[in-house]
């Protein structure tokens, strides 16, 4: 896995490209979010529970590596997006939100994943050296 730093660049890259091409700063923050969501998830919830806010410090426990395991798995993230996708048609079909939003959210949706899936390719390519880099 590569550091916070090299994910960060990545990320504003990333949403620097979008925003450049779409001119939509929900999009570009999308892919920026993505990128950064599984250590987020994985950092986050650990440092909560063990009480830190030292989140590069943090002890590698069975907590840690359930959520590593869990984030770090492209399917689960297909998963739930999917049934995200399944609810948003379910209150569309209802008249809850309407077609436009409908389609908003499903490009949100696509940016995300594809930030999440930068991030997942960069941690199967580069080894780690540090927290940072």
């Given at each position: ?20 091409k779409h ?48 984030t770090y ?33 499903e490009e ?26």
């Open positions: 896995m590569p550091g916070a730093i090299p994910h960060i660049a990545a990320g504003l890259l990333s949403a620097a490209i979008v925003h450049k001119m939509r700063l929900e999009l570009s923050l999308a892919i920026l979010i993505g990128n950064l969501l599984p250590d987020i998830i994985k950092f986050g919830l650990s440092a909560l529970k063990q009480g830190t806010l030292a989140v590069f410090n943090i002890r590698q426990d069975g907590f840690y590596h359930l959520w590593s395991q869990l798995n492209p399917a689960n993230w297909f998963s739930l997006g999917f049934f995200l996708l399944l609810l948003a048609g379910f209150l569309y079909h209802y008249h809850v939100i309407k077609k436009k939003k409908l389609w908003e959210y949100l949706y696509v940016f995300l994943l594809i930030g999440i899936f930068t991030h997942l390719a960069m941690d199967a390519l580069i080894i780690e050296k540090g927290p940072w880099f």
